[in-house]
């Protein structure tokens, strides 16, 4: 159990560092990579506080926040390839 609660403070460390990098990042690749990241550690601190507090409600909303993030993922480079294109 205690391993949950470690697990869990890890995950936020490791996010907060990902909001960073999201708003420092050089380059929109960078950006994007950490969002997607940030996307993935959230949907596994879903996952753990599913199983912490025996709800499988928080699955289905992990699978739906994967889903979305997978389609945000899919626009916001559409979107960077768009204006690539544009640049030149």
């Known amino acids: 159990m205690i391993m949950l609660y470690v697990s869990i403070f890890l995950l936020s460390f490791t996010i907060v560092l990902l909001i960073i990098r999201a708003i420092t990042g050089p380059k929109i690749g960078d950006r994007l990579i950490a969002i997607n ?8 601190l879903l996952l753990i506080i599913s199983f912490l507090f025996n709800e499988t409600y928080f699955v289905d909303v992990a699978f739906i926040y ?10 916001i480079s559409k979107y960077n390839e768009f204006l690539s294109r544009r640049a030149i």
């Open 37 to 44: 990241a940030i996307s993935t550690k959230i949907i596994m």
């Open 66 to 75: 994967s889903s979305i993030g997978f389609l945000a993922s899919i626009v």
